[in-house]
């Protein structure tokens, strides 16, 4: 971990002003924030670690735990929600094992998250996998679809 994160902090020269840039960096480097990177660009930058973490908190963009190598995002809007996407994500959860509060499977494949409105209404329950639209989903299709993501 050390040596990837002297080569994102050389990039930077010791800007504080760089905080957004070095954690943007970070996930890159790690597919996450691990909470070690924070402590460790805290302790060099002299930047108190609750800066790191409010950035991170605050933007929907940074991720303080693993993501899988599939994310599936479910949208939760009003027209879904009517569709059925609850049950249908609570199905997809469960298929999954993702246990309660995460949203990560434990063998690390699926990343399940919702989001407020994909703007697609007219094919309502959506669902995004892996960048693909999957409209007018049904526990049926969420079944097809997870096996399509999981082959690659």
């Not at 990560?104 to 409105?117: L, M, N, Q, R, Y």
Request: aromatic share 10%; proline share 3%.
């Amino acid at each position: 971990m050390t040596e990837k994160n002297e080569q994102i902090l050389d990039k930077y020269d010791r800007e504080k002003g760089s905080v957004i840039s070095i954690l943007q960096d970070v996930q890159e480097a790690y597919g996450y924030i691990p909470e070690d990177a924070v402590f460790w660009f805290s302790e060099r930058l002299n930047i108190p670690a609750s800066s790191f973490f409010g950035v991170t908190t605050f933007y929907a963009q940074f991720y303080l735990k693993p993501r899988g190598k599939n994310i599936i995002t479910a949208c939760c809007g009003t027209a879904c929600h009517v569709k059925g996407s609850a049950g249908i994500i609570n199905r997809v959860r469960e298929e999954l094992k993702i246990p309660a509060g995460e949203t990560t499977s434990t063998d690390g494949k699926f990343t399940v998250e919702t989001i407020a409105c994909v703007g697609a209404c007219s094919i309502a329950p959506v669902f995004i996998g892996n960048k693909k639209v999957f409209g007018k989903m049904t526990l049926e299709k969420a079944s097809e679809m997870l096996k399509e993501l999981d082959k690659g």
